[in-house]
């Protein structure tokens, strides 16, 4: 948002700021934190009366919102949302999605999500997490014995976005000529996380799924010929042994699918955008890989790969002094709450050995990502790969965010030329 247009905004009293005006303005999409700075000194929480949303800007009020049971994730629960008689006949696209997408661990609570989440905890922990490495570093070597040296490339195409949806398809057995696809369908069904949808993008989400959840299908059917011990499998013997539905094993999959691949690509290039705008810290890692660890957290807490987590008042809750009602969405702005100066000191600078470092991109409460172990473990393996091949990595040329999401935030073009080494 133009400084300007800022100045009008926060001019007029606080309760009359037009927010979803401020979220989809493309200055704000491409550069959030002058605007979240200056609404976070209004206070750390906010109603929106034209939408009747709240908003979170506050570090430790947020946090009490996603620990909180009475704060869930369910949006059947927003009286005002998709799930309603006046949505299905209003709306009948926009609800055929929602209501699609509703049976998964992401958009349940309490005993549901547990039994959901159960089936694929084991997979992601440490000993499980392990095996993975070796089939993450053959895909990442793969991808960077192809980078081309001495021309600029968009990292972004050529590396970012392939890595982790190839890792994601290899942990659910999906072949490679599918990538094309699966990245397309992804692409459309993430837009769901804007919340505020076109018709037209309603339409392409809602024939994404059907595609995806035909090809699952096809999927499961072809892997109990042959059965193994991927996520799968796992997802297979859920639903053979009655743990989940049919719908809740296709959801969850393509669920994970799609979120496993698109936070990691944000997360590899916004890292290392970060890392070339600021020379003397990219230094300081190559110079000591000891700090791979703090370095992922601060790139996820200074560009965090999506601008807002959502929540539902299941009953009337009180954050900060404010009553925020039963049924009413809440918004938490995580470009916010991870540069909230009360719990960072000196937010807006970039240091890869900030610690600690509790950023919240990965959520928190029961609904942390589950594969948030997964998305670092890339990331490490990623940026260790390409500093050990590159000695030199230059910006190229002036990056580019996307605009066309007001949620998922992301490049979609990372110019850089690269040096190999000899």
């Not at 055929?96 to 661990?105: D, N, V, Y």
């Amino acid at each position: 948002m133009s400084s300007a247009a800022l100045k009008q905004y926060l001019s007029q009293k606080r309760e009359e700021i037009d927010w979803w005006s401020i979220i989809t303005d493309p200055d704000f999409i491409e550069y959030p934190y002058p605007t979240l700075k200056q609404l976070q000194q209004l206070g750390p929480v906010h109603f929106d009366k034209k939408s009747g949303v709240y908003f979170i800007l506050g570090y430790n009020e947020f946090s009490q919102v996603m620990k909180s049971p009475e704060m869930v994730r369910d949006t059947r629960y927003w009286t005002s949302g998709w799930n309603t008689p006046e949505y299905q006949k209003n709306d009948p696209v926009g609800y055929a999605l929602f209501s699609g997408t509703q049976p998964q661990m992401i958009n349940c609570d309490g005993a549901d999500h547990a039994r959901m989440r159960n089936v694929y905890t084991p997979a992601f922990r440490a000993r499980m997490m392990s095996n993975l490495h070796e089939m993450i570093q053959e895909e990442t070597s793969r991808l960077i014995e192809k980078l081309p040296t001495g021309k600029s490339i968009n990292f972004i195409s050529e590396f970012a976005a392939p890595l982790p949806l190839r890792v994601m398809c290899n942990m659910f057995d999906i072949p490679k000529s599918m990538d094309v696809e699966i990245g397309r369908w992804s692409a459309a069904i993430i837009r769901m996380a804007d919340v505020m949808m076109t018709d037209e993008q309603k339409r392409e989400a809602r024939d994404s799924l059907i595609h995806f959840k035909a090809y699952l299908k096809e999927q499961i059917l072809i892997r109990r010929k042959n059965p193994g011990d991927t996520l799968m499998d796992m997802a297979i013997r859920a639903l053979d042994d009655g743990t989940m539905s049919e719908d809740e094993t296709l959801i969850n999959l393509l669920s994970m699918v799609i979120a496993g691949h698109e936070t990691t690509v944000s997360l590899l290039s916004s890292g290392l955008y970060l890392l070339l705008k600021n020379p003397e810290e990219m230094i300081k890692l190559r110079n000591d890989r000891d700090h791979m660890k703090t370095a992922i957290e601060e790139f996820m807490r200074f560009e965090p790969g999506g601008n807002m987590i959502l929540r539902i008042a299941k009953s009337d809750y009180e954050v900060a002094g404010t009553t925020i009602p039963a049924g009413t969405l809440v918004m938490g702005l995580i470009g916010a709450t991870n540069r909230d100066p009360n719990k960072f000191p000196n937010p807006d600078h970039f240091d890869i050995t900030r610690s600690p470092n509790a950023q919240l991109t990965f959520g928190g409460g029961p609904h942390v990502c589950i594969g948030a172990s997964l998305a670092r473990a890339e990331t490490d393996i990623a940026f260790s790969s390409l500093l050990d091949n590159f000695p030199s990595i230059e910006l190229a040329g002036t990056p580019e965010w996307r605009l066309d999401r007001v949620n998922a935030r992301g490049l979609k073009n990372l110019p850089i030329t690269l040096e190999r080494k000899l």
